[in-house]
Every structure is written in C-alpha cells, then in structure tokens.
C-alpha cells in the first residue's frame, strides 16, 4: 500500500526492493488474497479508479503472484487463530512462511509478529523487514 500511495520513505524502499527483482537479485511474492486486499482498500480510501489502475498495473511488475493452495489456507488460518493480525495479513505470513522469505512491511499487525515460530514441519521465524513510521518501532 505505501508504494501504491507513495507513502515516503516506505514507497522507496519498495521500488528498491522491485528494482532488484528487475535485476534478478531476488525473488518477490504476492498472494491473490493481499492483491484483493489492495483493490479494496484503494477502492474505499481512494477511488475505483485507482484500485483498476493498480490490478491493469499488476502484470507488469516483477512480483509472483500465489494462489493459495488448501495448505497455504489452513496455514494462514492458523495464523490467525494464533496472531492478531487480519486473515489478509495471514496469507502474507503463511506465504513467507512457505517461501522462507521476509515481509517487507508498515503494518503493525505483521510486524508484532517478527521472530514467530511456526513448526511445519521444522522450526521456522518470520522475519520482517519494518519499513512503517520509526514511531512505531
């Protein structure tokens, strides 16, 4: 969302981050349920318009986008039986979680949820990149 609205300095990182999947220099993801996530939240705090803009947007950015699979579903709602977080921000994790990677984030939700451990089927942390307003470190 911060780079959808160029929210500074958020936006730059995530432009960063998107320029070295450009290069190959690493791998991003995105689950269809955040990219829903997105499309509503533009539609309600912005404008429809907005929100098409950004799905028209979508297939050209260098993010692989995830369906859930049933795993991914029952993993995310885990999640959210075990975290106060959104069953959107769930997936995220869950996604994270099955790609070892790290959440690039300003959602206080997801970053209260930096180092969990999960067991499935090894131990395994989330790790979270905090790119929110440094008043909520």
């Known amino acids: 969302m911060a780079w959808v ?4 300095p958020a936006a730059n ?4 981050c998107m320029q070295q999947a450009e290069d190959g220099k690493i791998q991003l993801f995105m689950s269809w349920i955040n990219v829903g996530e997105v499309h509503y939240m533009l539609t309600r ?3 429809p318009k907005a929100s098409e803009a950004f799905l ?11 369906l859930p699979k049933e795993e991914a579903i029952v993993a995310a709602a885990k999640l959210k039986s075990s975290f106060r977080i959104s069953y959107a921000d769930a997936f995220a994790a869950a996604l994270a979680f099955e790609e070892n990677a790290t959440i690039v984030t300003g959602d206080p939700e997801i970053r209260n949820m930096a180092n ?14 905090w790119i929110g307003p ?4």
């Open 5 to 8: 609205r160029d929210e500074k």
């Open 13 to 16: 990182r995530v432009r960063n």
């Open 45 to 47: 705090k912005h404008n």
């Open 56 to 66: 028209m947007r979508l297939p050209s950015l260098p993010i692989r986008l995830m």
């Open 116 to 129: 969990a451990t999960v067991k499935n089927p090894k131990v395994r942390r989330l790790k979270v990149e």
């Open 134 to 137: 440094p008043s909520l470190t």
